[in-house]
Every structure is written in C-alpha cells, then in structure tokens.
C-alpha cells in the first residue's frame, strides 16, 4: 500500500479492510450444500464464524473465497445437507 | 489580570484557559492541587470539561489516550509514583501519536519515602516520545501549558510540563492570566484530520509487523525535529501575543562569557542571583536554562559551547551507574562536532535538599583541572 | 424465512481467527446488535490480532486498539468524549477473559464505580489464548492450559466475575453464549438503553485451547448452558432473571467432548458436578428472592 515511509499515515491506522486476505485457501474440508434438501432456515448463516455464508435468491451460498472450513455449518444444519469434503 | 497562585494551581489555571475537554486524574502529593482546583472549576461550571476521577494513574493516562484518539483535547497531572505507573501509557500516547498535554510535579522516587523534589521521575520517561518542559516559575507554568497544546497539536505528540515540587508547586507567585479571547486566537479548539469517527472507520494501533514498524518510529523522531522549530515559533508568537517570549535553552547573561553553567528548573532562579553576583564581580560567566529536554536542543547547545571554554552542568538527577543525565545529553551533543572544551558534571539537591546560592558558588569554583564525570555536591 | 438475528454485517471478510473461533462470532453478533454508530476498544487478546495487521481491518466500526489492561479506562477516555461532543455514539470495550477478569479488573471496577457509560462486553474462552493458553481467573476448575498441565490442573474455581459486576450495582449485567446468538443481542440492546456501565460476558468456546473439532463450537457452547455449567440470565438493576431455565445435561458430558478436561477422574468430574448443581440452586434462589423484593 506504501512506497515509502511519505505516503504512509502518521501512525498505525487502516486504510483498508480485509478482503484481500482470502481465508479460503486456509480449508482442507470445504462444506457443499445440498439445495435439493435445505429448507433454507439459515441456521448455517447464522451460526458462520466468518460471515461467509451469504444468502442469495432465498438460498444459502457458501463464499469459498474466505470459508476457513471449520465445519460448523455442516454440524448444524438440522436437515445434514451440508457435507465436508476433502479439498 | 494577575492573581499570586500556586505553581499548582498555575496548571490548573493552564489547563482550563486552554480548555481542555477531558480531564482524568488520580490526586498525588505534590500534585493534589492542580486536580483539587479542576474539580471546583469543573463543579462550578466554569470550565466545560469532563472530569474523569479515575481510580489510579495508569487509568487516567489511558483515558486521555481515549480521550484524544477521539478528538478531544485531554490533560492529567501527576508525580513520582503516579508517573512511573502510568509508564505504558506514555508511550501509547505518543506512538499512538496522541496530543495529550499533563503536568508533572517532580517528585524524588521512593523508597524511602519521600515528597520532595528531584528529576528522577520525569527523566525516567525521557525515551517515551513525550516532549519535556522544565519550567522555572508559575508564569511558565501557565504560559507553557498554553503552548504545549499548540506544539503538540501541531505535531501529534505528547507534552509534559514539569514543576519541581514545593519549590515550585506550593509556592505562591503573582502570575498573569490573559483574556481568554486572546487566548482562544492563540490555541484554536483541536480539530485533528484523524480521529476515532464512525463515519471514517479507522482502526488505529492494530498489529504492525516489521515492514512498516520502523518507518512509524521514524515518523516520531522527524516530529519531534519539528517539534524544535515549533517550539521556538510558538515561543516567539506567544511572546507577540502576551509579552513572554520563550525558546529551547533561556540564555541569561550569555554574552560575552567564557565559563557557561547549565541547569534546568527552579533552581536556576537561585542560579540568576549566582550569575548576578559574579557578573558585577568581573568574571565572564552566564547561564543556560534548559526549557526542553525533549526534543534536546543539541544545535542550540552546540552554538553556546562554541563561544565558551568551560560548561559546569548542575543535575537534580542522577542514571545510576552513569552520571548525570542533563551533563550525559549535552556532552553527547558536543562529541560529533569536535567541540571539545571541558565539562563539569554535579549532582546536587537530590530528594530535595536545598541547592542554595553558596553551593552553586562552590561548585563554579570547584570546576576546574581535568573534568570528572561526575561530582557528588555536599555529600555527608 | 425471517431471519433471526440482523441481517447487516459490520464484520468483513478476511479476518484472522482461528478455524470455529467463538471470539469471531461473538463479535459479529454484537456488531449486529450495536449498529454502525459505535466505537470499539479492544485491548490485547486474540481480537488485537483477529481485526487485521495495519493498514487493515476487518471492522467496519472505529478501533481503538489499547494496552491489556485498559479496556475500560480507554473506554470510559472516549465515553468523556462523547459526552462533551454531545454524541450518542455507543462506546464497546470489548475485551477477554485475561483482560477483564484479571489484569483489567481494576480499571473495570473503577469505570463500573463512576458509572462510564460504555457497554463492556467480555468474550469468555476461559484462558490466554492469545499468548498460548495459558491459566487466566476464568479458566474452570480441573482444566489443562500450560501453566496448569494436566499434572497440576486448574486447582481454583472459574472466579465469579458477573457477580462481582453485580454488585458494584451497575444497572446491567448479563451473561451470554454464542450459541443462543438471538439471547446475546438482545441482551446487548438492552443493555444498551441505560445510562451507565454495563457488563455482559459471553461465553465464546476456542477450539484451539480447549481441544476440541472446530465443526463442535456451537454443539459444545449449547451444552456449556444445558449444563447449567454457563447459565444464561441477566441482572437488571439488582432484579435477577434466569434466561434459560432447562439444564437437562451433566458435567460429563459436556467435558468428554474437551481435550482439556481428557485427564480427569470420576471423582474429580463428580466433585464438579455438585458444584454446578450448587451454584445452579444458588442462582434459582436469586431470582425467586430478588424476583419477591421487587414486588
Ligand atoms: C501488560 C501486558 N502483559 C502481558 C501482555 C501479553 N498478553 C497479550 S494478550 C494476553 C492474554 C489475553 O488473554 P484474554 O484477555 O483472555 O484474551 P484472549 O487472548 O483469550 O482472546 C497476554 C497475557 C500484554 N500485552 N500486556
Ligand atoms: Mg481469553
């Protein structure tokens, strides 16, 4: 972000927030939603750590980009449609 | 208009004519005062603020950081013990880059204990980022409050202004107060570019890794730089405004000298009288007091020790194992230009024990053959 | 579907929690229930580093990052400033277990005193995580962290910090738990509408420290209340009230699912089972008599 100590605030402030840190690559287990079985009660979005769960068209989308894999999603699902699996 | 106050209550009044906007402060001998008076401004209504009584001093260095992180212009004062507490905060306060102004009474550090005076408390925080006012007088003690916000604000840092405790602190001394429109021309409300602000989001001290660390850390020296020049056209401005007129070193009867004493604080008062009494005697002998300590003004120590062949430095302190720390930093600036004339080094007066007009006396005429790095004044 | 909680998000992508971080999730529900309109002050603990190094943060709210043991008192710093702003903004300390409990608990009581108006909110993982899982005042009894190895466990019991707000007399104090995220903001905005210091600590599981899966976060933080080991309830202005009334789970089962507690003995398990059941009778009798004396 800085060339040189001149282009830099005058102490430690952001300027920027953290999506550029793609906490997706972090995974060894990546949660797949079954849409056929979820009855999009959003527990799985509620419950993300990451905030990486979005919901889009009234239906739970998994943001691969920064899902650290933790599983937490696909151990409370009530309906179990979101299975971990090995990267 | 004048009124005869306390040094302490010169810092009460400084910090309500500049109008600080958040006070937090734990009560400390010698300092009591100084917060005691703010108290009834505040109860009274007669000055806006927020008095924070906090329930120790590491507390109240913390919420001015807060204070100041979010815009508002903050003050404490403490001493000795109280100063020692707050030691990580100082250094949040000016690596945070925050503007924060106190009053520091100088307190001798226990055990055993003790109220009385020395530096000890105050040099100790030399390598904090705090710049470092010793005043001499009531009239400086109000006056340079005023000016520390305007410096500080100016380079984002923190600034402390010492008074020596009892000497200084709990004696009585005409001071003028001026109208609080000029003052308000002179130090205009803090408005800072950077502030806690949830329209701008920023979050501030968060984890640095080496990268940029280092170039944060630069950013302080190269404003404490400033803070030199600052000082001096504040001085110089303050002077137009109100009549008094202050800089980095005040020379008193410098001119045309050979012998120069150093020394810092109210005790160069008694060193005026010293200089007086030899000067009509015909010696060529003057006096550097040392406002700042931080920034050290080494130019300005170096321009003096040219035209001189002998430096007498008078330390209410000592950095045990070293010597004395006033006498340490102005050789310190000497050595990389060659300047190579001697230099006395005293320690005196430590815990409060009188440094009168005879004992400086002594030591001028003690300061003589090969230079000692350090000689214990009056030791029993 | 309605959803349950808020749906805005003031936690951005990108941060740097562990996988199940339950400090990463109390976060981003307290966010929810705050709203953009509302200063944080975090002092060292894991959310110094969870936020984003510089120039970064994963916060869509001002940060000020403290030193550990002045949550409140930098808090209370910016409150003052509020006030002599004439904002309303909401000032957070946001703080862990070590910086509350312990090393910050002066600073804390002296703001509780005064009565700062910030909202305090501790997110309990019950040990320094930050540093390496190391023993703080909340760590429970017969628990492992580096400095209690399992050799020489957690001989003390978790310090009782919410009873120690209560009676400083503060007009809210509550507990929580990330797994009843609709409880935990409530609870928030409630607190947010009094005058005051106000302390609410949320149980936030670290899977890391307590040797658990990551997917076990929410299972586990549930059966911390189902056993009556965390019990949810809020104290407001000195009335009692219990959250959560069912505690239909043992001890053992919830400690079987930690590698914290894997040393433990029956005996040992059993001894803390009556302690819960102790302190469960204790707490149900404050409501009932606290719950009389407001009528
Ligand atoms: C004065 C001081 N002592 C020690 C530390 C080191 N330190 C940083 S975070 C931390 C532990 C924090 O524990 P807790 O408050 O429970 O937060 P957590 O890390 O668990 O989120 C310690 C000991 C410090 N930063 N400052
Ligand atoms: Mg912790």
């Known amino acids: 972000m800085f060339k040189t100590n001149k282009d830099m605030p005058p102490c ?32 799985c979005w509620k419950f993300c750590p990451e905030n990486s769960i979005d919901i889009e068209n009234d239906m739970p989308k998994i943001n691969y980009d920064y899902c650290k894999g933790c599983g937490i999603c696909s151990n409370e699902c009530p309906k179990k449609c979101i299975e971990m699996v090995e990267e | 208009m004048k009124k005869v106050v306390t040094g302490n209550y010169a810092a009460s009044y400084g910090a309500k004519v500049s109008r600080a906007e ?34 120790s001093e590491h507390s109240a260095m913390a919420a001015c950081v807060g204070a100041s992180a979010a815009g508002c212009r903050a003050y404490t004062a403490t001493s000795a013990q109280g100063l020692a507490l707050m030691h990580e905060m100082l250094h949040w306060a000016a690596n945070a880059r925050l503007p924060v102004v106190m009053a520091n009474v100088n307190r001798a550090m226990g055990p055993p204990w003790t109220v009385w005076t020395d530096q000890n408390d105050s040099l100790s925080q030399r390598d904090t980022g705090w710049l470092q006012f010793y005043c001499e007088n009531s009239q400086e003690v109000f006056d340079t409050t005023i000016q520390a916000y305007k410096i500080c604000e100016k380079i984002g840092l923190p600034g402390m202004l010492v008074l020596d405790a009892f000497i200084l602190s709990h004696t009585s001394e005409p001071v003028e107060i001026y109208d609080q429109d000029r003052i308000d021309k002179f130090l205009p409300k803090y408005n800072p570019r950077y502030k806690l602000e949830p329209s701008e989001t920023h979050a ?63 005790t160069a008062s008694t060193g005026k009288e010293v200089i007086d009494r030899l000067r009509d005697n015909g010696e060529r002998i003057g006096l550097a007091r040392m406002r700042v300590f931080r920034p050290f003004p080494k130019q300005e120590m170096r321009k003096l020790a040219e035209d001189v062949n002998k430096i007498i430095v008078i330390d209410r302190n000592i950095s045990f194992g070293n010597e004395g720390i006033f006498f340490s930093e102005l050789k310190s600036a000497l050595y990389n230009e060659n300047t190579d004339i001697p230099v006395y080094g005293f320690i005196a007066g430590l815990g409060g024990r009188d ?19 350090i000689i214990w004044w009056g030791l029993k | 579907m309605k959803l349950t909680i808020p749906g805005e998000e003031l936690m951005g992508h990108g941060n740097l929690s562990c996988q199940g971080c339950g400090g990463s999730l109390a976060m981003r529900y307290a966010l929810k229930a705050l709203g953009r309109d509302t200063i944080a002050v975090i002092p060292a603990c894991c959310w110094s580093i969870i936020d984003g190094p510089f120039p970064y943060s994963c916060l869509k ?61 501790c997110y309990d993982n019950e040990a320094y995580m930050n540093t390496g899982i190391q023993r703080s005042s909340a760590t429970p009894y017969g628990a492992w962290t580096t400095t209690t190895p399992a050799k020489k466990f957690k001989s003390a019991p978790k310090k009782n910090m919410v009873e120690i707000m209560v009676a400083h007399k503060i007009p809210y104090t509550a507990t929580a738990c990330i797994a009843y995220p609709e409880d935990f903001i409530k609870k928030i905005k409630k607190a947010k509408g009094f005058q005051g210091t106000k302390y609410i600590q949320v149980l936030a599981p670290c899977p890391t420290g307590w040797r658990y899966d990551p997917a076990k ?73 606290y719950g009389h004396t407001k009528e």
Not at chain 2, 28 to 52: G, L, R
């Open chain 1, 12 to 43: 430690a402030m952001s300027l920027a927030d953290m999506s550029h840190n793609k906490t997706g690559s972090w995974r060894t287990f990546k949660p797949v939603l079954d849409e056929n079985k979820c009855i999009k009660c959003f527990i």
């Open chain 2, 22 to 55: 958040v006070v937090a402060a734990y009560p400390i001998t010698p300092q009591t005062q100084i917060v005691e008076k703010i108290a009834s401004f505040v109860a009274n209504n007669e000055m806006d603020a927020e008095y924070i009584k906090v329930e």
């Open chain 2, 204 to 266: 501030f001290g968060g984890l640095t890794t080496p990268e940029w660390y280092y170039e944060l850390r630069y950013k302080i020296q190269s404003a404490m730089d400033e803070g030199l020049k600052e000082i001096e056209s504040v001085g110089k401005d303050f002077g137009k405004m109100f009549g008094r007129k202050y800089g980095l070193i005040e020379k008193y009867r410098c001119d045309d000298i050979d012998t120069l004493l150093v020394m810092s604080g109210s």
């Open chain 2, 355 to 373: 440094i009168t007009m005879k004992d400086i006396e002594g030591m001028i005429k003690k300061a003589d053959g090969k230079p000692k790095d």
């Open chain 3, 61 to 121: 709210i001002p940060v000020f990052h403290t030193a550990f043991e002045t949550a409140a008192s930098a808090a209370s710093g910016v409150s003052a400033a509020m006030k002599i702003k004439g904002k309303k903004t909401t000032v957070l300390a946001w703080a862990g277990d070590g910086g509350t409990f312990d090393i910050g608990i002066q600073a804390l009581s002296g703001a509780a005193e005064r009565g700062d108006n910030i909202i305090y909110i």
């Open chain 3, 217 to 289: 976060t929410i299972e586990l933080s549930k059966m911390a209340v189902e056993s009556g080991i965390y019990p949810l309830y809020e104290v407001e202005n000195g009335i009692y009230k219990i959250s959560r009334k069912a505690k239909n789970k043992t001890v053992k089962e919830y400690i079987k699912m930690q590698g914290r507690f894997s040393h433990l003995t029956g005996e040992v398990i059993d001894e803390m089972q009556k302690n819960v059941d102790k302190e469960w009778e204790l707490l149900i009798r404050k409501e009932e008599f």
